[in-house]
């Protein structure tokens, strides 16, 4: 469960500065890092921190590191993205750490006949595979997961406890679905009849690309007649709503408490605030940022950070505001009035003098 | 798995304008339909795309039929509600393409022996049913679900799997119930004593009427002393909150993440947009159309579409807003100093001409 | 499964005025109450109601009794808190009714040999314990919960139906988890490379007090490096996504909805309103109080109730409003424009005069 520097240096690159054989075993912040942890340095408000840390050995970029100085005794390791790379080196140490559940499917789940289950799976206890779907190597499909008929989840993919995944739908490589998340349930579609709903079967399924993914408890829907679809790298939080028939552009992040609403188009790279909404058949462009609790009303086509959220008060200034928020239409009046009378004023006064 | 269009005409109403004997297997959108597709026409927007349309027959209202012209070559079906029309068709293929689930008792549920399960209704794997129970004709457990003592499911119903139904709690026929989903938990009820939290025990029912859809991850607690109440015909989408008590009418819809507080009585044939909120103990009337993430403060008395969200902008040009939202009291202040000024000025004016 | 008067004011303190042998069996609302029945009274819109009531015995402060005067008839509980004494009321009747499981484990239940479960705890069908973790005495742990390796259970905590519940997270007594919820996945944290992200491992724990209770579907994330903490006699409703490594102090309540970002800081005895949001790395003092759909965007220093939500309109209002919002720039360019000509108008009109 330990690592010499240089051998981390080689894995994953940088520049070693300092003794090769020290050996670490974990990763911690700037201030609780002793002789065997690695930390890292970008917060330039932390630089006191970073020049006193007792850590084995720092991730720092090498301008910040010439900024440290001499103050720092241990290790350091030259890198122009600290965070990624310390990102790299914890994925290690948890890898190591990781306790892998046992290949095979466990005696209480039940797999459908037709189903194919690769030999390096992990199926647990009180699983449900239906017939004609296939998981691939290396998956972990865990505890009280239900997959439906003709699913696909791609090579070390995991499902943790409780996921339900289903019919036809689709997902890549080396994804992670957090517990609760529900992939292809029915879209929200109803055609209206004389005062009653008339439901529009939710015949499309979910793609979702590789690299993905999917906090607890988010639901993706099903489409309507196409796919909904999420490309490479998404990276979803919990208890997000994506709607049926939407698009989510690679690389796109959505923080927690997230809805997007159906028949969305967004683009690659953008992020969205916990909380941030977008309303249905909009388009966003790549690059977009979107700032918790706004609420996306129209596309937008241009990259940038978007926002629109009533400014927090205490209750007996908001109140005052929102009052007058409420009569803004009144205001604008009174101004106009005035800049009538004004400019009234001023031509009677031009023609005084 | 196919459906000549005089059958479908006999079966759904509508007046056929064409060959009765050709054969259709499935719906499709006006641009993507070919010969052996039924598609619809209701946005005047797709005018053209209509007439072009390779579909083999076109829903569609004899107005708009009209509209259309010559150039569309495939069968017309005429009604007044062509959106209706085409869900109903859709339904039709959906039911032919459905693979049911075996009906009878998985070996691997477990069904106490005083709950009632219908012969044609079908129990998934891990199913637990507690006593009491009655499950009716046809209906369908999914893999995993639980459902508490003494509770009540209705003929047709379907419990996706995954979801949590608690003792007591009572779904009428035709109804639909997304996994995830947790039809009565423990409603939000605590008093306060000397700065700690006693728990009122919630000792009410969720009573939920027929062909109501409920969607994944959804949430609907039992009442404290009296019951949660569904109507009829009530469509909730995915992650929405209905808290203790509330009673929601017939035929009323609600989008994604959308949250009603405690003992809202809500009205019939009411909408709500994704992540509008009602606070607690409101009532709101009949047809009463509420605008994506807006908060319901107060009882609405009156019918029409309300809104209340700050609106979205560049970040740069929001924060601007923001900040004189957070001053409009000294705004007004301002404005009511220039009409006194002004006021005098005009007195003055009028003394000197 | 009914308590004499008198024995009750002699579990729950009080001062009983009446007969100590009538014999009563529920709770009930005012206007409900019957001759076996406890009602409350502290609401006083509702003095007729309490005069005129039927039940058997009226729970009040002293001050109200004297208000409602000899109007009514049946026996009174004085108290300086009736709401909480009812509270308590209302618990020894439901624990009078509740049906208990069974204790020990169900033969569906997959236990590994290394978990230590209490004789006198009941674990039910479907469920999953791994190695090493600890269920302590009278615990419930619902039908299909998972609960992931070297997690602690405290004494008399129950888990509802379908909670996830993962590795290394501690729990204390007396808590309440109901279905769905979610408790240590992965925190949301990634770090970027050249447009891509790096999945930081989430490699700290959920440490949860005594007398938790914890919503419906609700989610929440273990640390990325150190603990995400919930304290004693935290409420936590539905549908609630708590981050990683927030910290939330002791006695506070949110309503369902609500999220909070990572490493938030909150005091006690706060409360939130439903869909309140808070933002990441703030914190918020004692006492706070936010209400339902205000986003928190910076720390909150001093006790108080916070607001911020865009009032409702109809939506032709709030269009308008709306319109005003995104341009108030303008007005306030006006203004001030408005403020120079008229103080010229003044100065030329007292050199005038």
């Given at each position: 469960?330990?690592?010499?520097?240089?051998?981390?240096?080689?894995?994953?690159?940088?520049?070693?500065?300092?003794?090769?054989?020290?050996?670490?075993?974990?990763?911690?912040?700037?201030?609780?890092?002793?002789?065997?942890?690695?930390?890292?340095?970008?917060?330039?408000?932390?630089?006191?921190?970073?020049?006193?840390?007792?850590?084995?050995?720092?991730?720092?970029?090498?301008?910040?590191?010439?900024?440290?100085?001499?103050?720092?005794?241990?290790?350091?390791?030259?890198?122009?993205?600290?965070?990624?790379?310390?990102?790299?080196?914890?994925?290690?140490?948890?890898?190591?750490?990781?306790?892998?559940?046992?290949?095979?499917?466990?005696?209480?789940?039940?797999?459908?006949?037709?189903?194919?289950?690769?030999?390096?799976?992990?199926?647990?206890?009180?699983?449900?595979?239906?017939?004609?779907?296939?998981?691939?190597?290396?998956?972990?499909?865990?505890?009280?997961?239900?997959?439906?008929?003709?699913?696909?989840?791609?090579?070390?993919?995991?499902?943790?406890?409780?996921?339900?995944?289903?019919?036809?739908?689709?997902?890549?490589?080396?994804?992670?679905?957090?517990?609760?998340?529900?992939?292809?349930?029915?879209?929200?579609?109803?055609?209206?009849?004389?005062?009653?709903?008339?439901?529009?079967?939710?015949?499309?399924?979910?793609?979702?690309?590789?690299?993905?993914?999917?906090?607890?408890?988010?639901?993706?829907?099903?489409?309507?007649?196409?796919?909904?679809?999420?490309?490479?790298?998404?990276?979803?939080?919990?208890?997000?709503?994506?709607?049926?028939?939407?698009?989510?552009?690679?690389?796109?992040?959505?923080?927690?408490?997230?809805?997007?609403?159906?028949?969305?188009?967004?683009?690659?790279?953008?992020?969205?605030?916990?909380?941030?909404?977008?309303?249905?058949?909009?388009?966003?462009?790549?690059?977009?940022?979107?700032?918790?609790?706004?609420?996306?009303?129209r596309s937008i086509r241009e990259p940038g950070q978007y926002t629109g959220i009533f400014p927090l008060a205490k209750n007996a200034d908001w109140e005052k505001s929102a009052a007058i928020v409420r009569n803004l239409?009144?205001?604008?009046?009174?101004?106009?009035?005035?800049?009538?009378?004004?400019?009234?004023?001023?031509?009677?006064?031009?023609?005084?003098?």
């Open positions: 469960m330990s690592i010499r520097l240089g051998e981390l240096a080689q894995r994953l690159g940088g520049e070693l500065i300092g003794e090769p054989e020290v050996a670490v075993t974990a990763v911690a912040p700037l201030d609780a890092a002793g002789p065997a942890d690695v930390s890292f340095f970008t917060n330039p408000r932390l630089l006191a921190q970073a020049a006193q840390s007792g850590a084995a050995a720092l991730i720092v970029s090498p301008a910040n590191s010439a900024r440290i100085g001499a103050g720092f005794r241990g290790a350091r390791i030259l890198t122009d993205n600290p965070y990624a790379y310390f990102a790299r080196v914890a994925q290690l140490f948890a890898a190591q750490a990781a306790v892998l559940p046992p290949t095979g499917i466990h005696p209480s789940a039940v797999v459908a006949p037709s189903a194919i289950i690769a030999a390096s799976a992990s199926i647990g206890p009180h699983v449900t595979i239906e017939a004609g779907t296939i998981v691939g190597d290396g998956c972990v499909v865990g505890s009280g997961v239900f997959i439906g008929r003709n699913a696909r989840i791609g090579a070390g993919t995991r499902l943790y406890p409780n996921v339900a995944f289903h019919d036809g739908c689709i997902i890549g490589a080396r994804c992670i679905v957090h517990s609760g998340a529900v992939i292809g349930a029915d879209g929200f579609g109803f055609a209206q009849d004389e005062g009653t709903w008339i439901k529009i079967p939710q015949t499309g399924v979910v793609r979702i690309g590789n690299d993905v993914e999917i906090g607890a408890n988010t639901t993706v829907d099903r489409g309507a007649l196409a796919d909904t679809v999420i490309e490479d790298d998404v990276k979803l939080d919990n208890q997000i709503q994506i709607a049926h028939n939407c698009h989510i552009g690679a690389h796109t992040a959505m923080a927690g408490c997230v809805g997007v609403a159906g028949s969305a188009v967004i683009g690659k790279h953008c992020t969205f605030g916990g909380a941030a909404m977008v309303l249905g058949h909009l388009t966003i462009a790549d690059n977009v940022h979107v700032s918790s609790g706004s609420m996306v009303t239409g009144t205001m604008r009046e009174k101004i106009r009035d005035l800049e009538k009378t004004v400019k009234m004023l001023v031509e009677k006064n031009n023609e005084q003098s």
